[in-house]
């Protein structure tokens, strides 16, 4: 399994910059939706993984000064003057707090 999920992050990181705009999405748009889909197919493979070999992720002060960030971003997302966009991001780059989220957990 953990080497699906190395092939997962390699495809992840050779697939996005060659990907073309297609004709519903933009330049952007297919990037964005092609890293939340990879991504979150990667972190639900790797929570299985986790739970099934038992292991802990090692909260370094890297990893809890990363959550404290994007902690801090949901926090003003949802204070924002227009938390939909804010939480979701607005076109054409989508950089909103699960943007944020997702690579947050690119990095773990």
């Keep these: 399994m953990i080497n699906l999920i190395k092939i997962l992050l390699l495809l992840t990181v050779f697939l996005i910059p060659i990907t073309p705009a297609s004709s519903n999405f933009g330049y952007e748009q297919i990037k964005i939706i ?23 992720i090692v909260w370094t002060n890297i990893k809890k000064t990363a959550i404290a960030f994007i902690l801090i971003l949901l926090i003003s997302s949802v204070l ?22 997702q690579s947050f957990l690119f990095m773990l």
């Design 34 to 56: 092609l890293f939340l889909g990879l991504n979150s197919i990667t972190g639900i493979i790797w929570i299985f993984w986790l739970a099934r070999e038992r292991k802990k």
């Design 80 to 101: 924002a003057p227009d938390p939909k966009s804010s939480i979701f991001g607005a076109d054409p780059y989508f950089q909103g707090w699960i943007l944020y989220a």
